[in-house]
């Protein structure tokens, strides 16, 4: 998936709310929007490293759009809206192998009391995907989530019935940097996540999680990484 040309270097000042900040653009003080409502405490930090894309629209109450961190070495995707279009656009190139007996997408389709990220069809039946963000990643685990989601936990538990129902499900943390080997749920963050976590794998949902190969061009699907169940009630 390629990133808008030419992104912008700038520099962290700090956080105003849950979706913007205040960056530094050669030595200007300006705002940008941030595409993420999760805690990013290791990554927003002061004189971080990062990269904006002018975004022109003057209706519009900041310029810029905070797309990277540099964080140990290497960039960080912090956009939570990448990993749909990232999946979609994997899955349709026939890159997506884990998915293998599914010829159709449906994006954003409503099941139950949820809207559900993907429906693939094929002669493997119905499968349902939802995709979740990951950006947080400790001592090589990418940890889900960094905050409490009764989001996340209301879409496991919509997976959960349609396995119930006769259909797959699967649930794909995409972790948007490359410095992960393994993926652990945050029970520390949030434990009802975590318990659901295991339910949903316990009930037959599918919990895949891999990489992400990100520069300052593109950002890639790499590989998928082990899920560790370790500290899960």
């Known amino acids: 998936m390629k990133l808008p040309k030419p992104l912008v270097p700038a520099r962290f000042v700090r956080r105003d709310n849950r ?12 705002g940008a929007h941030l595409p993420n409502s999760g805690r990013l405490g290791e990554l927003l930090t002061p004189g971080r490293e990062l990269r904006l ?36 656009e994997a899955f349709r190139a026939g890159d997506m192998p884990r998915f293998e007996g599914y010829l159709h997408l449906q994006p954003e389709v409503t099941l139950d009391d949820s809207r559900i990220d993907f429906l693939l069809t094929g002669p493997g039946g119905r499968l349902w995907v939802e995709t979740k963000s990951v950006t947080l990643v400790e001592q090589g685990v990418a940890r889900f989530p960094d905050a409490p989601t009764e989001r996340g936990r209301r879409h496991l538990e919509t997976l959960i019935r349609a396995v119930g129902w006769g259909d797959q499900a699967a649930v794909l943390f995409i972790v948007q940097r490359p410095d992960a080997c393994a993926f652990r749920a945050h029970t520390e963050a949030d434990p009802a996540f975590a318990q659901t976590l295991r339910r949903a794998m316990a009930a037959g949902v599918a919990v895949l999680a891999c990489c992400c190969q990100v520069s300052e061009e593109e950002i890639t699907l790499d590989e998928f990484i082990p899920v560790e169940w370790y500290g899960l009630g």
Request: charged share 30%.
């Open 19 to 30: 979706f913007r900040v205040s960056v530094k653009v050669d030595g200007r003080l300006v």
């Open 53 to 88: 894309a002018s975004m022109p629209d003057l209706r519009r109450k900041t310029r810029y759009d905070l797309k990277l961190v540099r964080y140990a070495g290497v960039w960080v995707s912090v956009d939570a809206r990448i990993p749909n279009p990232l999946f979609a």
